[in-house]
């Protein structure tokens, strides 16, 4: 990513510069008119500064008590998940009294998913450098690798990992037996196995005793239930919207209409707050999705809020939340016209969220996923799943929120680096993510940010999935930006700098691709991804609206043995830096006035875009293009922050080659930040390998 000092100058991130650059409310630009309010991004919105060593920490865990107290010792090639997943269990922190467990230089050994469900948590090692810092090293055990892959081997087949149930209990007057019978699908654990998991632990009591019963390795599959609609007991179908009208709560206001049967809703104020819509036929007819076995049955629309309060009026209870809904809460998917599909019918849901994790950081850490068969040579610009069964992520945030990774480094992980599955007001600041095992069918390889919310943030860098209100800045990366679909809108993209090489192409692939039925795909990735309706609608959707994108600097080659010149496809004929300095709103407003959505189109709107593929350098800012607002302008450096001078100092990090924790392999470096309401990710370094 790049940072501009000038108009026509710029100097590239490294991973220090959250130490130079305030991130917090104290250098954020007020709201600006016809745009996306961004201000509230990150840790504590802003509010707060990352917590250190000298302020709020109320207990600390040393090294030295790691081993002797939990047998947590490096470099004597034993086992230390138990040991570090026991210390974090008995030392939760509590409000502005953070526990901070000290990690100690050496290679702690793990071998199964490590759940962050403390409140108030800090990790912390002795750095990231494998020479003298922390090294996390991972080998997933058997029960942790996934035992059942898709038919051609290439992903994990969720479907198929199942887990059933059938025991008998006695009744609540002892005179009689009840049967309980059923069965959970892996589905359950999406976005798959980690290294570490951020969220919740805790079973939903419906699911205690089948929980119990499941073997070693599906057992997992309950973990964090106590957050999932369908812990629901009441006989309603999970916590659903009111089924009485056919919009339970209007986009653009701030209350939400229940479903009066549902007794078991309880919205005091603070209250962490889940809102689901359905997507419906007549979406997909809007995006004129071609294939009807892509009109499928799931919840499009998400969103994260706190309720401010609850109460009855003459229409119904409700509760009320902390800002604006974003989309209309259709009651369900044959809401409006819309017609069933799949012989099946999705209800909105009004969620609280149950035991939603917070105030946790992970820090100043090594993380590999050591797969001693594999080479990190083939690994490089490959893009399949080298690994199929051990695709674990580093890092997953699911229900998470007010938490951060910070000053970390990853090397070949399993999967995504960073995931995140309804997360909201992170940061993820100063980390360098270097290469993964698996970047192919099934998803896999990315820096995913899917559901997540209000947060300042190798095969992609992704918005995806209701995404919506996140900043991602000051990159430097050699893969794309990607909106990856599932209506994320209302992102800002600036100060971003990628040089995407000609081989960041699907088709530099030798196994398990990301094409159809896990094979190739032609063309090659462009900077910018954008997900069109009908290409995406499988398995999420179009992209959504008003997606900004500003000052960025992105070159990439477009055919084999070009050098990498000036990306221009949709923004500007001048280049990505205009003398007007325009912005760029992605996926609408297409009208000035920023009040109306348009699908990109390449005739005028009477046909929308298929497939971006073919279409990465048209220009969709003028006739017959639609879908790109290019007429607004700013004059300053950034529209997030208020000074950015600090970040001239920080030089490129650039083809840097040779051998790490002995793998050689070359590969290109660079910082990244995400900031967002619900998510920030500040000045991390992503790296496609």
């Known amino acids: 990513m790049k940072l501009f000092t000038v108009v026509t100058a710029f100097a590239i991130i490294s991973p220090s510069l959250a130490a130079l650059v305030d991130l917090t409310s104290s250098n954020r630009r007020a709201h600006i008119e016809g745009l996306p309010d961004w201000s509230k991004a990150g840790y504590e919105k802003g509010l707060k500064a990352l917590p250190s060593d000298d302020t709020l ?7 030295a008590q790691l081993a002797s107290t939990y047998g947590v010792i490096t470099d004597d090639g034993k086992d230390d998940t138990a040991g570090l997943q026991k210390a974090i269990e008995e030392n939760p922190g509590s409000n502005d009294a953070f526990t901070l467990i000290l990690l100690p230089q050496g290679t702690i050994n793990l071998s199964f998913t490590i759940y962050l469900s403390s409140n108030y948590l800090i990790l912390r090692g002795a750095g990231n450098d494998p020479s003298s810092g922390t090294i996390l090293s991972f080998r997933p055990d058997k029960n942790t690798k996934y035992d059942v892959l898709n038919v051609n081997g290439a992903s994990w087949d969720q479907a198929n990992t199942t887990v059933g149930w059938a025991y008998t209990e006695p009744t609540d007057n002892s005179k009689g037996i009840k049967e309980f019978s059923g069965s959970a699908l892996g589905g359950w654990l999406w976005p798959g196995r ?123 209870s409700f509760v009320e939340l902390d800002h604006d809904l974003a989309f209309d809460v259709y009651s369900s998917s044959t809401a409006g016209g819309a017609t069933q599909m799949a012989n099946d019918t999705y209800y909105a849901k009004v969620m609280p969220i149950e035991d939603p994790v917070h105030h946790v950081g992970i820090e100043d850490i090594y993380l590999t996923q050591a797969m001693p068969d594999l080479s990190v040579a083939d690994a490089n610009k ?77 095969r992609h860098f992704t918005f995806q999935w209701s995404a919506m209100r996140n900043v991602a800045t000051m990159m430097n990366m050699t893969n794309d930006l990607n909106l990856h679909g599932g209506q994320e809108g209302y992102n800002l993209l600036e100060l971003n700098y990628v040089s995407a090489p000609y081989s960041h192409r699907a088709g530099n692939c030798n196994s398990n691709c990301g094409g159809e039925g896990g094979s190739q795909e032609g063309g090659t990735w462009a900077p910018i991804y954008w997900a069109t309706g009908n290409k995406a609608s499988k398995w999420s959707g179009a992209s959504g609206p008003q997606n900004v994108f500003f000052r960025n600097y992105m070159i990439k080659a477009f055919t084999a043995g070009s050098s990498q010149t000036d990306y221009e496809p949709v923004l500007f004929q001048e280049g990505w830096f205009s003398l007007e300095q325009n912005l760029a709103i992605w996926m609408g407003p297409e009208s000035k006035a920023g009040s109306q959505y348009q699908h990109l189109s390449s005739s005028g709107g009477s046909d929308l875009l298929v497939d971006w593929e073919g279409h990465q350098q048209d220009k969709f800012m003028s006739n017959p293009g639609l879908g790109i607002n290019g007429d ?58």
């Not at 920490?57 to 090294?63: D, E, R, S, V």
């Not at 069918?441 to 190798?458: E, F, I, M, P, Q």
């Not at 607004?632 to 840097?656: A, P």
């Open 57 to 63: 920490i109320g207990k600390t865990i040393t090294a």
């Open 382 to 458: 490959n893009y399949g799943n080298m690994a199929p069964e051990s695709a674990m992520h580093g890092i997953v945030f699911r229900y998470a929120r007010d938490s951060w990774v910070r000053n970390i480094q990853t090397f070949m992980t399993g999967s995504h680096p960073i995931a995140t599955e309804a997360a909201r007001n992170l940061q993820i600041q100063d980390n360098i993510f270097d290469g993964a095992w698996n970047k192919g069918a099934g998803g896999n390889g990315y820096l995913r940010g899917s559901r997540v919310w209000d947060s300042l943030n190798l």
């Open 194 to 316: 980690s290294v570490f998991r951020v969220g919740s632990k805790r079973i939903a009591p419906k699911f205690v005793t089948p929980a119990s019963l499941a073997p070693d390795n599906r057992k997992d599959i309950f973990y964090g239930s106590v957050n999932y609609h369908w812990r629901n007991d009441t006989g309603i179908k999970g916590f659903m919207a009111d089924q009485s009208k056919e919009i339970a709560g209007h986009a653009g206001t701030r209350k939400v209409y229940i479903n009066p049967e549902n007794n078991s809703w309880k919205a005091d104020p603070g209250t962490d707050v889940w809102i689901a819509a359905p997507v419906r036929s007549v979406d997909y007819d809007s995006w004129q999705v071609k294939n009807p076995e892509y009109y499928q049955n799931e919840f499009m629309f998400q969103d994260w809020f706190t309720a401010t309060g609850s109460g009855t009026d003459e229409q119904g």
């Open 632 to 689: 607004m302008t700013d004059t300053q450096i950034s529209l997030f922050l208020r000074d950015v001078t600090n970040g001239t100092e920080i030089t490129r990090y650039s083809s840097i080659d040779g051998s790490r924790s002995g793998a050689g392999r070359h590969a290109s470096l660079g910082t990244f930040s995400l900031l967002g309401y619900s998510i920030c990710i500040a000045l991390l370094t992503a790296v496609a390998v």
